[in-house]
């Protein structure tokens, strides 16, 4: 019997009911949060890999299957069947496998036919996205060879059976319009590559905007700090989204940074013209939010990570204006140096003491230039492959 003025707690009831509510409120929380896991799972591979034993990096291809081969056989990691022999050496190719030449697709499918052998041996092969690319899925075919046209006319690969007419039925009707404006030679290209068609969808699935390998940052053209602030994870997600004809998952903070941080810490392209929304801005989010087939304002411009040159200029001094921009990028990005394409060189060299390599020597048969490959090796520190033996990378490094 209870006492005067004194209530029984039913103690049992209480804890049952708290167990409740808090079972709802995680519930609850967890519900809220689930677009930022949907983000992480969309975003595909991390942008940020452990380092590797040996590290290898070549240029821009533009459709020429025979000098691919040609400098991974410099670098000992294909045999003279085109078969995987690197074991656990991992190859980075920087992007810009279209435009120029007649073998864009077959280059694609070595890539990727290639990284499955390496895989299978520990190793990796990457490659990147540049403006080539970036363009192609924006159905701009200004530097589209014949060849590259009769290329896309092929029921192979990802264009086996009736994959383009399937394609072409599920465009949005701008993009429809698009497509049938274009001459008929050219339809069958823009069936494959406008956002969301089958080889876009190839790009977006394996390739990549920027890719760092324990210190080592890999972009097409170049990043700065303030595309290092929009994040990394956040770049790469956002063109895999427009690639794929997708809308991107709202981004309101970064992913973590960098588990493996440092401890240290010849041009005839023109680019096209950017609209007027600001790269970053809410204008430019909201119109890419109205429009999944609307390129990111990121990757417009010539100061775009798939357009820029700064650091590749030919005569860059450590004690420049860019050199210093780049020194910020990377003590953002928590790595020690990165690797560029795009613009062609006539060697593979280093600039701003060492903290950029340019590794674009125009290696196809449209520029005719050097077939040479970057290497970065516990054993062997930063080295070249050539057509004339191995060179060491200090002497090739900038003033």
Same mark, same amino acid.
């Given at each position: 019997?209870?006492? @005067? ?13 708290? %167990?409740?509510?808090?079972? #709802? ?61 690197? *074991?656990?050496?991992?190859?980075? +190719? ?22 499955? +052998?390496?895989?299978? &041996? ?18 701009? /075919? ?16 990802? %264009?086996?059976?009736?994959? %383009? ?18 001459? &008929?030679? +050219?339809?069958?290209?823009?069936? #494959? ?13 394996? *390739? +990549? ?19 290092? @602030? ?10 895999? @989204?427009?690639?794929?004809? &997708? ?14 941080? #440092? ?13 007027? #929304? ?19 304002? /990121? ?10 040159? !700064? ?22 990005? *928590? ?7 795009? !613009? ?56």
């Amino acid at each position: 019997m209870a006492s @005067a003025g004194l209530t029984l707690v039913d103690w049992k009831r209480t804890c049952e009911d708290a %167990l409740h509510r808090l079972r #709802a409120d995680v519930l609850a929380s967890l519900w809220k949060v689930r677009p930022a896991f949907a983000r992480v799972t969309a975003a595909g591979p991390s942008v940020r890999r452990p380092a590797v034993r040996r590290l290898l990096a070549l240029g821009d291809v533009h459709g020429d299957l025979a000098s691919l081969r040609k400098c991974l056989s410099l670098a000992n990691v294909i045999n003279e069947n085109g078969e995987w022999i690197g *074991g656990d050496a991992v190859v980075v +190719q920087v992007g810009d496998v279209f435009d120029r030449g007649d073998a864009e697709r077959a280059v694609l499918h070595f890539l990727d036919t290639l990284d499955r +052998q390496a895989r299978e &041996r520990g190793g990796a092969v990457y490659r990147l996205l540049g403006n080539h690319e970036v363009m192609n899925v924006d159905l701009d /075919f200004r530097y589209v060879t014949p060849g590259g046209f009769a290329e896309f006319r092929r029921r192979d690969w990802e %264009l086996a059976g009736r994959a %383009l007419e399937k394609a072409y039925r599920e465009l949005p009707p701008v993009l429809r319009q698009r497509v049938k404006a274009l001459p &008929r030679e +050219q339809r069958a290209r823009a069936m #494959a590559l406008a956002p969301g068609c089958p080889t876009a969808r190839l790009l977006a699935e394996r *390739g +990549q905007l920027v890719l760092i390998i324990g210190d080592t940052l890999f972009v097409h053209g170049g990043l700065r700090p303030d595309h290092v @602030a929009y994040g990394l994870e956040r770049l790469n997600a956002e063109t895999r @989204a427009w690639m794929e004809r &997708r809308a991107a998952a709202a981004w309101s903070t970064r992913l973590p940074m960098n588990p493996w941080k #440092a401890t240290i810490p010849r041009i005839t392209e023109s680019v096209p013209r950017v609209g007027v #929304a600001r790269f970053g801005s809410t204008a430019a989010a909201a119109a890419a939010a109205a429009d999944v087939s609307s390129k990111p304002e /990121f990757l417009k411009g010539s100061r775009s990570p798939v357009w820029m040159r !700064t650091y590749s200029a030919p005569h860059l001094r450590s004690d420049s204006d860019a050199c210093r921009e780049l020194e910020e990028t990377l003590r953002r990005a *928590g790595v020690r140096r990165m690797v560029v394409g795009h !613009t062609p060189q006539v060697v593979i060299n280093g600039a701003c003491r060492g903290r950029v390599w340019r590794v674009d020597t125009g290696m196809s048969a449209a520029y005719g230039g050097a077939c040479e490959v970057l290497e970065i090796s516990e054993t062997h520190g930063i080295r070249i492959f050539t057509d004339h033996g191995v060179v060491r990378g200090e002497r090739r490094l900038l003033p």
